[in-house]
């Protein structure tokens, strides 16, 4: 089943130096992710200025708990980068 999850950063002034820290090690378990056919696709939300400021995330599993599960395992939320999200089932068009 398809989750669309959106996860916000903190708005602290060390959130993005926070990011760009744990950037690496997020992208390199969502290569992984991705791999594994768990992630299907992921991006930055950006603000008016073009900072980054949260992240989508299509997941590809089997309920709501495993996305739970994957998003506290995720660098950003281990180095406090993410500090909510929501998760939205979602039924993907077959294009």
Known sequence: MAFLVQAFDD???NALERR???REAHLEA??????????????A??????KMIGSILLFDLNSPEEVEEALKADPYTKQGVWV?????????APL
Request: no cysteine; proline share 3%; aromatic share 2%.
């Open 11 to 13: 708005s602290d002034e």
């Open 20 to 22: 760009m820290a744990a």
């Open 30 to 43: 969502a290569r992984k992710a991705k791999g594994d056919g768990r992630l299907v696709t992921a991006g």
């Open 45 to 50: 939300i950006l603000d008016e200025s073009g």
């Open 84 to 92: 909510r999200w929501s998760i939205t089932p979602v039924r993907l």
